[in-house]
Every structure is written in C-alpha cells, then in structure tokens.
C-alpha cells in the first residue's frame, strides 16, 4: 500500500534528515566535539523480501549519520 510506503519513508528518513538539519547547528554551535546518536537496524545490511523498503531506510540513516 503506497500510503504504508509513505509513511516509513516519512518517518525513517524524511523526519530524522528534518531533525538532523534542525539542531546539527545548534551542537557545533555550543561544542566544538559532539556527538550524534542515530538508532538504526541490522536489516539494513541484509536486504529481505517485503522488507527491503525498511532496509533502505535504516541504510539512509546509517549513511546520513556517517557523512555527517
């Protein structure tokens, strides 16, 4: 279903790059060594049958955490 599709990618990726791109600032500002926490999934390193949208998901977070 679409709608379900929209969802994850709403809230697995769109909403954490939203909060990413919020306070990210607002930490370099008061320290200049931070830290990011973001909680992924193992699924992302093994792509599964009717999972794979999921996968990617938590694979954008891996990547988005790692290039910041």
């Avoid at 990011?36 to 938590?58: M, R």
Wanted: hydrophobic residues 40%; charged residues 15%.
């Amino acid at each position: 279903d679409a709608s379900k599709i929209q969802s994850m990618l709403d809230t697995n990726m769109y909403h954490v790059a939203a909060f990413v791109r919020q306070f990210l600032p607002q930490l370099k500002i008061r320290s200049k060594s931070f830290g990011l926490i973001t909680v992924s999934s193992t699924i992302q390193f093994t792509p599964t049958p009717y999972n794979t949208t999921y996968s990617a998901t938590k694979a954008f977070v891996r990547y988005l955490t790692e290039g910041i």
